[in-house]
């Protein structure tokens, strides 16, 4: 079982920048795949990104080429770097790990306690 503490939310005017860390422990951080999901309120969570072992990432189409995912394995650390937000990613944000993927759909094994983005107008 792996332990995800997640930091760095916070409210945030249109426009600017927030940049969300995940402290990992309990398990080899290194091979498992990490990522961030997001719920808005009366909305399901959704996906937003995913880095595996190699560093390969992966986007939701509403974030790419302003939210950036990265890895310190050394750290057992996850970041997500997000840039230009806007209202519309107002949400609970909620690191994982071990994610998977089935068809277009990832899902995740573990999961921290979500942190608060909010985007004002």
């Known amino acids: 079982q792996v332990q995800l503490v997640e930091s760095g939310g916070g409210l945030v005017q249109g426009g600017g920048s927030l940049r969300l860390s995940c402290a990992a422990s309990?398990?080899?951080?290194?091979?498992?795949?990490m990522g961030w999901f997001r719920q808005a309120p009366g909305k399901e969570r959704e996906f937003v990104a995913a880095?595996?072992?190699?560093?390969?990432?992966y986007y939701a189409d509403s974030v790419k080429g302003r939210f950036t995912i990265s890895r310190d394995n050394a750290k057992n650390t996850v970041y997500l770097q997000m840039n230009s937000l806007k209202p519309e990613d107002t949400a609970v944000y909620y690191c994982?790990?071990?994610?998977?993927?089935?068809?277009?759909?990832?899902?995740?094994?573990?999961w921290g306690q979500g942190t608060q983005v909010t985007v004002s107008s």
């Open positions: 309990g398990r080899t951080f290194r091979s498992s795949i």
């Open positions: 994982a790990a071990d994610l998977g993927r089935q068809s277009s759909n990832w899902y995740a094994r573990s």
């Open positions: 880095i595996y072992w190699s560093s390969s990432t």
